[in-house]
Nanobody, 120 residues
Framework: QVQLVESGGGSVQAGGSLRLSCVAS????????MGWYRQAPGKQRELVAT???????NYADSVKGRFTISRDNAKNRVYLQMNSLKPEDTAVYYC??????????????WGQGTQVTVSS
């Protein structure tokens, strides 16, 4: 069993900052790519940022220069530092991870999501 749990969401005014954290637990051999996605009401889930186990990163154009993804491999954690938040960043944020429970096989696991609300 593998579980991903997000934390750090909340309500903030435009221009503010939040730091999201996600921890993976369970019978894990290795974690490959990890990422953050978000889903606003009435919209499809979209990619926010991803990071490889070699720390290569990728960002959606809408968050470049404002958000920073990082990870701590020793703690099975991924973080999302969000600065200069805008009302359009309001969404449920989900973390995911490509996780191996046995050698040569990996699956994508998702967290339950954490709400981020940005008021103008």
């Amino acid at each position: 069993q593998v579980q991903l749990v997000e934390s750090g969401g909340g309500s903030v005014q435009a221009g503010g900052s939040l730091r999201l954290s996600c921890v993976a637990s369970g019978s894990i051999i290795s974690i490959n790519d990890m990422g953050w996605y978000r889903q606003a009401p009435g919209k499809q889930r979209e990619l926010v940022a991803t990071i490889t186990n070699g720390d290569s990163t990728n960002y959606a154009d809408s968050v470049k220069g404002r958000f920073t993804i990082s990870r701590d491999n020793a703690k099975n954690r991924v973080y999302l530092q969000m600065n200069s938040l805008k009302p359009e960043d309001t969404a449920v944020y989900y973390c995911n991870g490509d996780i191996s429970r046995r050698f040569g096989v990996s699956y994508t696991y998702w967290g339950q999501g954490t709400q981020v609300t940005v008021s103008s």
